[in-house]
């Protein structure tokens, strides 16, 4: 999956600094972003206001998902769980 959605995903529980969006998507995808991934993800997810920095907590700077990333993420993913139903529904049982 796309990192900017993994990161919508984490953020969709609530804001987090970088060290903690690394370990949720860990956790909940199983696959690990680099600093520079993440940060770039971030970045380009910020410039298109899907998320939105906080003031920073000691040296560690927070983010949240904005209404509109939760509407973006929202549309992803349903179309994510359609395809997937879809594909799984066609391969049937002997596949799975």
Do not use: N
Request: avoid cysteine; aromatic fraction near 4%; charged fraction near 20%.
């Amino acid at each position: 999956m796309e990192p900017g959605m993994l990161i919508l995903a984490s953020l969709a529980a609530g804001p987090k600094h970088g060290y903690a969006l690394i370990k949720d998507i860990e956790e909940i995808a199983g696959t690990t972003l680099g600093p520079g991934t993440l940060y770039g993800a971030l970045g380009r997810l910020e410039a298109q206001g899907l998320v939105e920095p906080l003031p920073a907590e000691d040296r560690r700077r927070p983010y949240r998902i904005t209404a509109a990333g939760a509407e973006a993420a929202r549309t992803y993913l349903e179309h994510v769980r359609t395809v997937a139903t879809a594909g799984l529904r066609r391969l049937g049982p002997a596949h799975a």
